[in-house]
């Protein structure tokens, strides 16, 4: 990551930008000397939040405008560099309740804002942020980039259709797409009103309010990347023109069983309290059971491997709430 010089005076658009990951992006490159501007929806059910971007709110421009309208992104493209495309539907039970949304949000959205890019802008560099979800339940674990994709629910089709847009793109049109498979990301600025986002979400919340959180069967083994790492593998991406055309899985430290990760986190907090729970019958249809990512392939191309603990990142955002609650419910 030495030259991150790259993005010094380099315009910068990040779409979903006061979100959870797309805001610890943004305070990032406004370090590093990058004009950033950022587009957000703020729809309240999804985790955009302005109190993401306070202390740095002065150094950013901040356009609240929807991905869906093609004559914003036409216009906030412009002049662009890099696009750091986040902007997303991410419950899965909700795009299950509402479907037509996250596909106008996950697929129809995508193909505009490649849409504007190619008339307007196709010199731009995409990194775009996709999910390990669209796997769905794994036939062989470490789960690499060429296991079958086989979605089970309508947010992760969406995501699929977005990616390979942006593929399809760098294929045909040469526009420099890379797309970047996120596991679990958790850290400060994540939403923790409800698990819309990430069931860590609520449990932080609850643990924090002094109140048990559920954890369902206990027993699955998940991955989680800390923010900071997740960050970073967007910068890689963005800086590196071999990865052009190319999907990565992005991974963590070690797996974890989610009733091992219950008791870190409480270890973490100095007190607290789980109840193992089963399934909600319509939650189980859509779990994939087990899922840890083989990141192989970027740590081969790019260099990119986690580097935060469980523990410390856990750490990291159990501190950042107990000082910040209040702004996130
Ligand atoms: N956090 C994770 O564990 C995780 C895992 C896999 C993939 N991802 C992907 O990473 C991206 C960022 O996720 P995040 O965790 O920061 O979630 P987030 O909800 O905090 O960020 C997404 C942002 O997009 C904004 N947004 C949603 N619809 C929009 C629209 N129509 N127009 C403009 N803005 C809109 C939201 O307001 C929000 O600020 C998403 O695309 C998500 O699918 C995240």
């Known amino acids: 990551m030495n030259q991150l010089n790259q993005f010094k005076e380099a315009n910068i658009l990040i779409t979903g930008g006061l979100g959870f990951i797309g ?9 590093e000397g990058a004009h950033v501007t950022l587009v957000d929806s703020l729809i309240p059910e999804y985790g955009g939040n302005l109190f993401n971007i306070q202390g740095f709110e002065d150094k950013v421009t901040v356009n609240i405008s929807d991905v869906r309208d093609p004559h914003s992104m ?5 002049d662009q560099h890099y696009l750091f495309n986040l902007a997303g539907q991410t419950s899965h039970m909700d795009s299950m309740q509402d479907p037509f949304t996250d596909m106008e949000i996950n697929c129809h959205a995508q193909l505009s804002i490649l849409e504007a890019c190619r008339k307007y802008n196709p010199e731009i560099k995409i990194v775009f942020a996709s999910t390990r979800q669209i796997y769905g339940k794994p036939d062989y674990l470490p789960v690499d980039e060429k296991h079958p994709v086989r979605p089970v629910d309508v947010n992760s089709i969406n995501k699929l259709a977005g990616e390979w847009y942006h593929i399809l793109y760098h294929n045909i049109y040469g526009i420099k797409t890379s ?14 009103k409800d698990a819309r986002q990430i069931f860590l979400g609520i449990w932080i919340r ?21 923010v900071d790492d997740t960050v970073k593998a967007f910068l890689m991406a963005a800086m590196n023109e071999a990865v052009n055309g190319k999907v990565f899985n992005l991974g963590g430290e070690l797996p974890i069983k ?3 990760l219950a008791e870190l986190l409480i270890d973490v907090n100095g007190v607290g309290q789980y109840v193992l729970k089963t399934y909600p019958a319509d ?9 840890y990512a083989d990141y192989e392939y970027i740590k081969r191309s790019l260099g990119w491997e986690p580097t935060i603990p469980l523990k410390e ?17």
Do not use: C, H
């Open 74 to 78: 036409r216009y906030l493209i412009q």
């Open 258 to 260: 989610l009733k091992d």
């Open 23 to 31: 805001s610890n992006l943004a305070r990032r490159l406004v370090n």
């Open 179 to 192: 797309v970047l498979r996120l596991t679990n990301t958790y850290g400060p600025g994540m939403r923790v």
């Open 283 to 291: 939650r189980k249809k859509i779990d994939i059971g087990d899922y």
């Open 206 to 226: 609850l643990l924090l309010e002094n109140k048990p959180f559920e954890v369902w069967e206990g027993q699955q083994l998940r991955d989680f990347t800390y």
């Open 313 to 329: 990142g856990l750490a990291r955002t159990v501190d950042y709430y107990r000082k910040n609650l209040i702004k996130y419910l």
